[in-house]
């Protein structure tokens, strides 16, 4: 069979794409080697830069119906909750001032509930290989669907696959995966009627303890633990060390019971962060996870993922047509102005968890002082918080960061609270999205 585009997988990076190149008019078939979404914790938390494209989508709207959840700030605390650095979203210019959270099977069901007639989605489609012609150029995949082998001709091949991509080691694209030196202890915790208003990371000496609400009056609870923390702990000693965890913090402290209650559903999982040599090579394109990955409380994949597809897109519709050398010339343009994008995404999250996950002496000293000191200056503040919403978002320069770390003064941040700073930055001019 042959169509314009194939997406192997059907996750946040795979289903942007589908929607950004349906609405050029392409004929889309997304392959997904799931035969159904599965019940995991993994990105639930929009920035607001992926808010617009989600609109155009009806995604915005769909997820809004099922229950999903607006915030507005991100507040880095100490472990007696004081906010050492709140990034308050409700001053970013333009109409998008919100994150906007869910589950993650949720999310994937809004995006696929609201696809156009042009995309077809196969499940339990396994993409195994790449087809390639006489020039070595990808002209398609051959799949595995109940154990039958078939060919699926496209002009783009598109490898959403995710963090493992096998498509990417298939185009022998490298990627050097540096690894976090802990491990995210992931629960949810049942509807219980009160819910923590905001996206909140505890700044603690055993690591960060993060807490955000869930619609359905749920509450997402990540707890930072080193690799062999929890190893071979039984059922007492899992509930023991939880309690230990959580009572560190009283703010969490109501929330020790049902945490222990929902260890059974435990996910720990390992984090890493990578960013593929190359985003495509001839026929095929990276996009989401398969290309770049961050650390997940940085809370920036999803919209990273959105933002492959809307700038693909983008760069699609300048072609004047879908012949194979244009579709190769667009890959090199998106790879030119998308990898300096991925760049910067990737340093400001590893930036952002260096902060907060610190856990020797010193690192947390640095982190703290970096979170206190960006609070204090206005154009700071502002930076980091466009950065992180991906409105305006604008590098830190050489500068901001010796002020962060405290190696040179900042004279204006003086005698200003955290709040009139906030204001101070974002009465100035708007700048361009970045997603
Ligand atoms: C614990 C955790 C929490 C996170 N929280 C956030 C958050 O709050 N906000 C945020 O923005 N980001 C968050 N992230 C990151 C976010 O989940 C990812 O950036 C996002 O899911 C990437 O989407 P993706 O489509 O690239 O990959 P995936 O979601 O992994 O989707 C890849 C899909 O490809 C399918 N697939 C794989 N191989 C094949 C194949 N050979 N053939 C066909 N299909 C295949 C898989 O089954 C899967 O469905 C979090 C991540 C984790 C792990």
Known sequence: MSTDVVVCGAGVGGLATAHAL????????????????????????????????????????????LGALGLHRIVVRDQCSEPMLSLDYRGLPGPDQDLLAHDYPTILTAMTDCLDFNVELRRGVLAD?????????????????????????????????????????????????????????????????EQPPDFSAYVTDRGMRLCYPLPG??????????PDELRGLDEPALAAWCHTALHQVPALRQLIDRAV????????????????????????VLVGEAAHSVHPMAAQGMRTSVGDAVHLAAELARSGDLSLTEVDDTLLRYTERRTPELIH????????????????????WFGRR???????N?????????????????????????????????????????QSNHQAHFSEQRKPNEI
């Open 22 to 65: 349906s609405a050029l008019g392409l004929r889309v078939l997304v392959i997904e080697k799931q035969p159904s979404v599965r019940a995991v914790a993994k990105g639930e938390v929009f920035q607001p830069s992926a808010l617009a494209a989600l609109r155009t989508w009806g995604v915005e709207q769909r997820l809004l119906e």
């Open 129 to 193: 290989e790449l087809l390639r012609d006489e020039t070595g150029r990808v002209v398609g995949v051959r799949v595995k669907e109940h154990g039958q082998v078939s060919d699926i001709h496209a002009r783009l091949v598109v490898a959403a696959d995710g963090v493992s991509s096998r498509l990417r080691r298939a185009a022998s694209i490298e990627v050097r995966r540096l690894d976090y030196p802990h491990r995210l202890l992931c629960l949810e915790l049942p509807a219980s009627g």
């Open 217 to 226: 009056d749920r509450i997402r609870l990540y707890l930072q633990v080193a």
């Open 261 to 284: 209650a929902s260890l059974r559903h435990k996910q720990v999982l390992p984090v890493s962060r990578h960013i593929a040599s190359r985003l495509t090579v001839p026929g095929l």
């Open 345 to 364: 995404i990737g340093r400001m999250s590893h930036n952002a968890t260096r902060m907060t996950t610190g856990t020797m002496w010193l690192g947390r």
């Open 370 to 376: 970096a979170a206190r000191r960006t609070s204090a």
């Open 378 to 418: 206005p154009q700071l503040l502002r930076a980091v918080t466009s950065n992180m919403s991906g409105i305006g978002a604008r590098p830190l320069t050489t500068f901001d960061r010796l002020h962060q770390f405290g190696l040179v003064p900042h004279l204006g941040a003086r005698g200003r609270t955290a």
